[in-house]
């Protein structure tokens, strides 16, 4: 029940593209608490980077920014928010735009660089295609919830999200792209991974565009050594909220095109 | 028969004689529903995923004594997976990660229910998550490929992600 209140609040959200403009930013300090995330050789936890990070890009964000913009954080202190809260708060707080901050880790040391990502629902697809195969030979309710039109409904409100997701992705990579690897300033290199899709936990469900950003590898002595520098972290974090701004600017355009 | 055409047919003869003792003991899995059972010890064909120094998922060919099920060939191939390599080669799964069970549902879904040191052990970052997904799913895709899909678990319960990334509630696509 609980869950069809949710989804007819959504109708609204579809018909009326006016939820496009960017004036309140959730940002999302990865792990916490217990949960340190990936560690780094010299003991640099993903934690703590994600979580100073975020207090950067909210002072960059909510600086000089003429109309404000709003920044929330998910977590503000070194605990554990378990995922599903995380997404619970960023609905809540009616946010125009998620943005989950990671470190990335691989098994070779070779692996640098940072990458954006957007929900990718295909995954989610698949597996209904598989629960649907399954349902119909067993005949369960959920196959019949599935052809629900509230969950059609919510699918179309995903794929909305999507496109504006990707968009965003694509504004923050190329943000720093500019900024970290089109300068004289070579110390600043990092590795363009580009935009990419995986089907995340804490970007499911998300009544809002949302992207999260492995902003380098904390298995790579280069990436760990630039999040080591207080002067990177403050131009990535800078960068950052530059795209912010530009996506406003992007989601506003639309919203007016569409009025 | 002229002496050449006498060598010729006994090499073909040599030869079809080694084929039949050699290839039923390397031929590839079979899964078939309700029939998991391998039908007598004999070494089989596998392979198995790691990654390269580039950060790239490769295979390498080996063989195992196939156990009394599949499913115990299930979780001797990714325990091998879990052994720590030499070589050039990285892990994929975690160096230690141990299997608890496997088991496989008419729906031809694979189970594998590891211990907790899967979750411990784990790199982290979304790239290494990718990684070891991508290595189990290859694994049951290219030697059983009769499955559709795979569920991970870990201690017998459901696991929302490796390490706190991707999701993993649901089950996975392995074609």
New interface residues.
Partial sequence: MKIKILLLLLVPVLLFPDHLKVMKVIIDA??GGY?G???SDYGIR?KDVTLEMALLLKKHIEGATEPPITAILTRSEDKFVP?IERVGLANKSEGDLFISL???????K??SGF?V?FYDST??A??AA??K??NE?DGSVENKDRNNPLFILWDLAQNEFSKESSGASDIIQSALDGALNRNADTTLKLRDRGVKQ?????L?GMKMPSV?L?MG???NKNDEEKFKKQEFKERYAATIADAVREIRQKFDKKSAAGR | MKPGRKILVAAVAALLLVSLFYFPLRRKFSLHEGALINSGQSKRNAVIFF?????KIVGRDTEIVSGATVLDDIKSLITQESLARAGGL???IPVGTAVRNVFIDE?K?VYIDFERSIIDRH??????E??TLEALKRTMAENFPEL??MKLLVEGKEL??L?????T?????VK
Avoid at chain 1, 102 to 108: D, E, I, L
Avoid at chain 2, 123 to 128: D, F, K, L, P
């Fill in positions: 990865g792990h949960d995330g990936a560690v993903e995922l990671h470190m990335n880790a691989s098994p070779t070779r692996d990458e990502y995954g989610d698949e597996t598989v629960a195969r399954e030979q995986a089907n995340f936990l804490v499911n999260l492995e590898f904390l298995t | 990654v390269n120094q580039d950060g990285l892990n994929a729906n879904c790199v982290g970052g979304t790239e290494g990718s990684l559709d899909s929302a992600s390490a706190g990334h991707i999701s509630r649901l089950k996975l696509k």
